[in-house]
């Protein structure tokens, strides 16, 4: 097949090309063995580009010579690296042969545009080769697992009488972030454990991704009092030195509405108290996870009765150079005032966006509360 399309080409578009030794050991490369994805998408690209190089020099109305910007975008996309090489050899060729047959048809810019082109395909190839996909599978596979991590932070269904809402969102519209949430439903009793990784948007995500699988299969699988220093010893022995992570981990016992909150360096727990009607910022306290090899924590024990709220933050919501954080948890729970009067379920998004509108940071927020 390809030595039909081969002889296909004028004659003198062949004798160009022999004298090219990269197309001429592509070509032997191609016609050796079977033909294997890559060589079939190589052919097409290489057949579209000379009957593009061929076309312009006919007629440039029908196919300018800026159409082979196409096809490297084409390769940068599907081939591996040394297809790429190739296909931009038979590029600079079929440019040279144009030329040749037309002076005017080759202008600087048209030149400038193919270099700049060739340059971010080449680019996108060697990544793309590095990871080992090709084409828009990458993309896929991290589409794939943004998706994974938001439902992870799902919420499990809550039985009657109780309700909650996750609230997340990333630094500069990033699908990526350093916040990240993970939750378990074992009968009457819950446990939800809200995590924050140092960093944000893209930078912090690539490690929210790992630790939200490695802490969803902690969460439930252990004792609820061991969660976090599990979470603890998993991350001593990873020595990262990227930063570190803070966590709160609260259980919720559903029938009686009984609950216990422990914190790894983790800005505190607030309940709101449906009696007073006042918010009550949790005590509870940690040392930040991954480092030191023996973490202790002090935890707190309370009560949700009916109307209650538990709510549980990151520092993005309340944290901001130069101010102290006591104050940005004062704003965050003046904030929260209007929770009330208009519904947890209705605020708790016009709460984060409020928060978040003077940070660019990841900002999480979760909200359980007794209707």
């Given at each position: 097949m390809l030595q039909r399309l081969v002889h296909l080409l004028p004659p003198r578009v062949r004798a160009f090309l022999r004298r090219i030794p990269v197309l001429v050991a592509f070509y032997?490369?191609?016609r050796r063995g079977k033909l294997t994805r890559e060589r079939y998408v190589f052919a097409a690209l290489a057949v579209l580009t000379v009957i593009l190089g061929i076309g312009a020099t006919e007629s440039r109305s029908w196919t300018p010579s800026g159409a082979l910007v196409l096809t490297v975008l084409?390769?940068?996309?599907?081939l591996k690296v040394r297809g790429l090489v190739a296909l931009l050899a038979l590029v600079a060729a079929m440019v040279g042969y144009n030329a040749w047959h037309d002076r005017d048809a080759i202008g600087l810019t048209?030149?400038?545009?193919?270099?700049?082109?060739?340059?971010?395909a080449l680019t996108l190839a060697r990544t793309r080769q590095q990871l080992g996909v090709q084409g828009l599978r990458g993309d896929s596979m991290l589409l794939e697992?943004?998706?994974r991590l938001r439902r992870q932070g799902e919420m499990p269904e809550l039985p009657g009488g109780w309700d909650s809402q996750v609230v997340m969102l990333q630094a500069g519209g990033s699908s990526f972030?350093?916040?990240?949430?993970v939750s378990v439903r074992r009968g009457d009793v819950l446990e939800v454990a809200l995590v924050d990784v140092s960093g944000k948007g893209t930078d912090a995500g690539t490690r929210a991704l790992m630790l939200s699988g490695a802490f969803g299969?902690?969460?439930g699988s252990i004792q609820p009092d061991r969660f976090l220093p599990a979470c603890n010893d998993y991350l001593h022995r990873q020595q990262w030195d990227e930063g570190f992570v803070t966590a709160v981990h609260v259980t919720i016992d559903l029938s009686t509405g009984e609950y216990t909150v422990e914190s790894a360096g983790h800005p505190p727990a607030v309940q709101f108290d449906a009696g007073s009607g006042t918010w009550q910022v949790s005590p509870a306290k940690g040392v930040v996870l991954g480092v030191v090899p023996d973490m202790r924590?002090?935890?707190?024990?309370?009560?949700?009765?009916?109307?209650?709220?538990l709510l549980l933050y990151t520092d993005g919501l309340v944290e901001s150079p130069g101010r102290d954080l006591d104050a940005g948890i004062d704003r965050l729970l003046g904030e929260a005032e209007r929770l009330v009067p208009q519904g947890f379920r209705k605020g708790a998004r016009e709460l984060v966006e409020t928060m978040a509108a003077e940070r660019d940071d990841d900002c999480a927020l979760v909200l359980i509360w007794r209707t």
């Open positions: 032997r490369w191609l084409g390769g940068g996309l599907l048209m030149i400038a545009t193919l270099v700049i082109t060739a340059v971010l697992l943004r998706d972030g350093g916040d990240f949430t299969g902690l969460l924590s002090v935890p707190e024990s309370g009560l949700l009765r009916s109307g209650d709220a």
